[in-house]
């Protein structure tokens, strides 16, 4: 398994989606934009906000997946890496994944305290491409 092919898939989908646990050990699924930054297959970084239900959901569980899917005519991909999610508040970060069209959904800017990072670490990955699926390590 190439970790660089599957970088660089990654890397170009438009829409990511994120796995949190609920109160009750069910998953939940949502769809999000593809992360802000991305460091290898290792680190991910989603905006969102502080009072949403995922931020809730992630400081009581911090075990997370996130998926990255492009169907074709043909054939379909799918990526999935399960690891942890951490909220992040501290300006430094917000800052660093912060663009100019977020007051769009945090009116007081990027020190909006409704503003906060969700920081994705990769520790293993499943990856689907025509029929096959095959494990890895990140």
Request: with cysteine.
């Amino acid at each position: 398994m190439d970790l660089r092919v599957i970088e660089k898939f990654v890397n170009r989908q438009k829409v990511s989606f994120i796995c949190s646990i609920d109160e009750n050990g069910f998953p939940n699924v949502k769809a999000m934009l593809k992360p802000r930054k991305v460091n290898g297959l290792k680190e991910f970084y989603f905006s969102t906000n502080t009072s949403s239900l995922r931020v809730k959901q992630f400081r009581s569980n911090p075990n997370a997946s996130i998926y990255f899917y492009r169907k074709g005519l043909i054939k379909y991909t799918g990526i999935m890496l399960v690891g942890r999610m951490e909220v992040l508040i501290d300006q430094e970060t917000k800052d660093m994944i912060w663009e100019r069209g977020d007051t769009m959904f945090y009116k007081k800017g990027v020190t909006d305290p409704d503003y906060c990072v969700l920081k994705f670490t990769a520790e293993c990955g499943r990856y689907y491409c025509d029929l096959k699926t095959e494990s890895f390590e990140v």
